[in-house]
């Protein structure tokens, strides 16, 4: 996670970004039943100290018909954290997505060695 220049401190910057974490891997990729966290699917996470949060992510899958689903589901989960006063989820294809992404949890659910 990136920050500009804040009126948080590093303890309350460490929090709020284990907090989105934490919230984004809630949001399960219908297809595969994996978070898109542990699935290598986030990418970025940026805030500033207004408030406006980036998520920079990527899909499986550049037409997955899926996209906006989970975008929806993003806003959701990231709704109840207080410090994000804008939200903004930008699909990136670079690079591109591969299962090395994933972590061990992901792999091991999905019998990928």
């Known amino acids: 996670m990136k920050m500009s220049e804040s009126k ?17 891997e809630t949001v399960i ?3 595969l039943g994996i978070d898109i966290v542990n699935l290598g699917l986030v990418y970025e996470v940026n805030l500033d100290e207004e408030g406006y949060c980036e998520v920079k992510m990527t899909l499986t899958t550049m037409g997955c018909p899926l996209a906006d689903v989970i975008t929806e589901q993003i ?17 990136v294809w670079y690079p591109a997505w591969t299962t090395d992404r994933m972590s061990r949890y992901a792999r091991i659910s999905l019998g990928i060695r």
């Open 75 to 91: 806003h959701d989960a990231l709704s109840d954290i207080d410090e994000i006063k804008k939200l903004e989820v930008k699909l």
């Open 29 to 31: 990729d219908p297809e």
């Open 8 to 24: 948080w401190t590093e303890e309350e910057l460490n929090e709020v970004k284990e907090d989105i974490l934490a919230a984004l």
